[in-house]
């Protein structure tokens, strides 16, 4: 209604004569445009990061085109996104350590903060008000006001006298509380913010050698740590009682040699589809199928390459997979019923991100030695639109505000 | 970008001297209000259906305040909504069979169509593009184009030369298609409108007597239909080869007197926590537990009255459940885990729905008689606000966007 009565403002003071300014008369281009824009819903924005010049640009995914862009961000390899309660305001955790507050509808940066040297991403809290960052350099995770971003706690990650852990797998979990791997220290943090001006920090230590990196399971039930340093993952079921970390698939990889690992996988992304979730095994041509309730090893599953991200379609019907160089010009979609490879899509050079919008008709995918993103249907796999993005790498939707764990 | 320079526009307008306007000028409250207001997101949108004024109150979950209503809506009672790819785009289904395309960031209706004499809800296609209706009288569904309200296709509920069925249970299915239970008929049919012109009509027969209403599991997988005329469910895996009905939980009830049936019990709703569906007992104070990968009953919760919601928190750790007439003063909450009753509220007279906040902090809450809305937060039960709002029924926010099967 506001807007509404704005505009009835503005047509009324075209009507009385404000041509007869002593101001310069706007230029054509200007008078064309609107008074005021009809608004537009956020359900269906989102980001394409453009890595090597640091911008975003905007793209909607009911017209599969780009809005506009957001620059300046700064050192946007590795970049990842998280998104505020009205799925218009962005959070873009930047490798360079900056953290900026950017908004889909207005494509400005409301608020930017250097808040550390190396990043790794960050979280949103359940309420919206709480944006944590994990970082690399100093080890530890900030958290930061969502309006703001006035920083409103320091969580050194220091797991002996003076020493900093690198901090990974960061997510979300309900209460203003965010749970994060220490890689360096073979921990797991649960940093409870409810009293922001006193966290209280609960640790899990011995959770094994070097997580890398996490899953939240949807529910937000499960936290799963892959291991760099050795075979196996840590779980933590935080629904028991008292939780604590259980070790699971142990040795999966023994008696075989080791690969050489071209690129750490990423475990986050919707692995879990009903009762199993999907996992890449680390430097092997394999994504590893595990019961979520005995946290078994049910199967395994021969893929392309060293599979780096294993995402499920929303009704995870379908795992998409993509993989590491040298075989990252190719996507693989698995059949969760079947457990078979239903198709291999080369939707261009270096895939580096895939993101499926909410319904999960279709896929949007990265090629950054392309320069493209396309739009790929997932019923039939054909293609609906590419996207001209330069070195495109993450992707994130708005829709992402409604999930726990990312 | 076009909203700023119409602000810019009218800025240079005040500037230059408009006062000098013959006009009168507007009123002081027309001058406080901006230009153009400051776009904002959708994600944290929602509607309250007033069913006694056919009124839609238009609010926000973040700061759980009325930003505005939509009037004019005809007659309400037992309405429903489902949302547009935008988030800002609703359609509300009206009783009196009306289908009325209105904005939550403008408050204005964009399209209305009498469609029906009476209808009972309906849905919108995975891609967005179409919106269908299921109508009691003229028995049938009517499919229109998303964006113009055009009537796309007709397709009555003809089960015998010219006997048509009262529809129930339609939900949204990957493709432009629709599944939907005729009541009259014991029937269940899936429209395919991947040409609209010539739909595809796909009929399963004695699925049970008198299908009342249905839910799709929130993968999309099952398609679950309760029986009024009988003891049991007919259940259908639309992932299989050749999906078929298999009647599920017959004679769960057998044995007892039948209770008299004070209202007649919503499946829809996220009654599905993990592998579990919670769901309504008909007539009996009781929630029926029911494994979904068995189909048999694994537990009953005794409850406080006849259910009518019975619905998952979004992580599906709890189970929140409303009552008929004369519990419905009555909120029941069941913890999964335990399956007990961990908290019993009295949030107003005649509770008609619940809504959960898409990552589940909060529960909003509709008191009918008492003229409220209750937003109470899950984990601690506290009432974070209470709004005044007419006779509230349904409440529905804008995440519903994302969700398959609503």
């Known amino acids: 209604m506001?807007?509404?009565?704005?505009?009835?403002?503005?047509?009324?003071?075209?009507?009385?004569?404000?041509?007869?300014?002593?101001?310069?008369?706007?230029?054509?281009?200007?008078?064309?445009?609107?008074?005021?824009?009809?608004?537009?819903?956020?359900?269906?924005?989102?980001?394409?990061?453009e890595r090597a010049k640091g911008s975003l640009q905007v793209i909607n995914t009911t017209s599969r085109q780009i809005l506009g862009s957001i620059d300046g961000l700064g050192d946007l390899s590795h970049a990842s996104v998280v998104y505020g309660r009205d799925g218009a305001t962005a959070y873009v955790f930047g490798r360079d350590g900056a953290l900026s507050k950017v908004n889909l509808l207005t494509h400005k940066t409301d608020a930017r903060v250097q808040q550390s040297g190396n990043s790794i991403g960050g979280a949103i809290s359940q309420d919206g008000s709480l944006v944590a960052a994990q970082n690399y350099?100093?080890?530890?995770?900030?958290?930061?006001?969502?309006?703001?971003?006035?920083?409103?706690?320091?969580?050194?990650?220091?797991?002996?006298?003076?020493?900093?852990?690198?901090v990974v797998g960061l997510a979300d979990l309900p209460g203003k509380r965010f749970i994060y791997s220490l890689f360096d220290a073979g921990e797991i943090w649960i940093?409870?913010?409810?009293?922001?001006g006193s966290p209280k920090i609960t640790k899990f230590k011995d959770v094994g050698r070097q997580p890398y990196d996490a899953l939240l399971t949807p529910n937000g039930r499960h936290y799963i740590a892959g291991l760099f340093?050795?075979?196996g993952l840590g779980v933590i079921d935080l629904w028991a009682a008292e939780p604590k970390v259980t070790r699971i698939l142990g040795g999966y990889g023994r008696g075989q040699a080791p690969l050489p690992v071209f690129k750490m996988p990423h475990l986050r992304g919707w692995a879990v589809a009903g009762r199993l979730a999907y996992l890449p095994a680390i430097g092997r041509h394999e994504v590893l199928v595990v019961d979520t309730e005995s946290w078994t090893e049910v199967g395994r599953i021969k893929v392309a390459?060293?599979?780096?991200?294993?995402?499920?379609?929303?009704?995870g019907r379908q795992v998409w997979v993509n993989f590491a160089v040298p075989d990252y010009n190719r996507v693989q979609v698995i059949d969760t019923q079947s457990r078979q490879i239903v198709k291999t899509l080369e939707p261009g050079k270096a895939v580096l991100h895939m993101e499926f919008t909410p319904r999960g008709e279709a896929v949007w995918i990265s090629s950054r030695?392309?320069?493209?993103?396309?739009?790929?249907?997932?019923?039939?796999?054909?293609?609906?639109?590419?996207?001209?993005?330069?070195?495109?790498?993450?992707?994130?939707?708005?829709?992402?505000?409604?999930?726990?764990?990312?």
Do not use: W
């Open 229 to 231: 340093g050795e075979d």
């Open 137 to 166: 350099q100093p080890g530890g995770i900030k958290v930061f006001d969502a309006k703001t971003l006035a920083l409103v706690a320091d969580i050194p990650a220091e797991y002996a006298p003076g020493k900093l852990s690198r």
């Open 191 to 196: 940093a409870d913010l409810s009293s922001p």
């Open 2 to 49: 506001k807007q509404a009565l704005g505009c009835t403002l503005l047509a009324l003071a075209a009507l009385v004569g404000c041509a007869s300014s002593p101001q310069p008369a706007p230029p054509a281009a200007m008078i064309d445009t609107p008074a005021c824009a009809a608004p537009i819903g956020s359900g269906d924005l989102g980001v394409v990061v």
């Open 369 to 406: 030695d392309d320069n493209r993103v396309s739009v790929i249907a997932t019923d039939s796999f054909e293609t609906q639109a590419v996207l001209s993005i330069d070195a495109p790498s993450g992707i994130f939707f708005s829709s992402r505000a409604n999930r726990m764990g990312f």
């Open 305 to 315: 390459g060293q599979p780096v991200f294993v995402i499920a379609r929303p009704d």
